[in-house]
């Protein structure tokens, strides 16, 4: 199997994962609290910071990837990908923590958690939905998971056949 054709395959089966996990939030909805609010400023400087330091460092990983020609590995490509998919991560709740600190999200949940509005009467329309959008973050946090764990369990299956190669010989 040529080296694109892995690749191909590795982001067809994250992408699949993606799908599942998108039916099973539209499917089974129920309160998610995947960006956290900060009391004071100071903690939400710090936490975007942190953010961004966390995009550097996946970039770089990425960069040293591309660099050392590991991406040809089944193992590391999985690492990559999931490299990939935390840089977008990280954007999104950077994005979101800023339209937290900016407008002062001030979200109205009204009924029950199946038939329940929400009313976001500090935003726009158009920043509620990206705000909505935002939000759905594990979207792309759990395959980022998924990815660096298939891609650890391949190097991993990878050095044991090294080793029992080597042990053979």
């Given at each position: 199997?040529s080296?694109?054709k892995?690749f191909?395959?590795?982001v067809l ?11 099973w939030?539209?499917g089974?909805?129920?309160l ?6 900060h ?7 710090v936490?975007?910071?942190a953010h961004?330091?966390?995009v550097i ?12 020609k ?5 193992g590391?490509r ?6 990939t998919?935390?840089?977008?991560w ?5 994005v979101?923590h800023?339209?937290?600190g900016t ?6 949940v009204k009924?029950n ?13 158009n920043?509620?939905?990206l705000y ?5 973050d594990?979207l792309l946090?759990?395959p980022?998971i998924?990815?660096?764990f298939?891609g650890?369990?391949e190097l991993y299956t990878?050095s044991?056949k ?8």
């Amino acid at each position: 199997m040529s080296k694109a054709k892995l690749f191909i395959d590795a982001v067809l089966k994250t992408s699949i994962w993606s799908g599942l996990c998108l039916l099973w939030n539209i499917g089974c909805p129920n309160l998610a609290f995947s960006l956290q609010l900060h009391g004071d400023p100071e903690g939400l400087y710090v936490h975007q910071i942190a953010h961004f330091f966390f995009v550097i460092s996946m970039t770089i990983l990425i960069y040293w990837l591309f660099r050392m020609k590991l991406l040809f590995q089944r193992g590391w490509r999985f690492i990559g990908l999931g490299a990939t998919f935390l840089i977008l991560w990280n954007i999104d709740a950077f994005v979101g923590h800023w339209i937290e600190g900016t407008n002062g999200v001030n979200m109205i949940v009204k009924g029950n958690h199946w038939s329940g509005t929400i009313e976001f009467p500090s935003l726009s329309e158009n920043m509620a939905v990206l705000y909505y959008l935002l939000k759905l973050d594990h979207l792309l946090c759990v395959p980022a998971i998924a990815s660096i764990f298939l891609g650890l369990r391949e190097l991993y299956t990878d050095s044991v056949k090294t080793l029992r190669q080597r042990q053979e010989s």
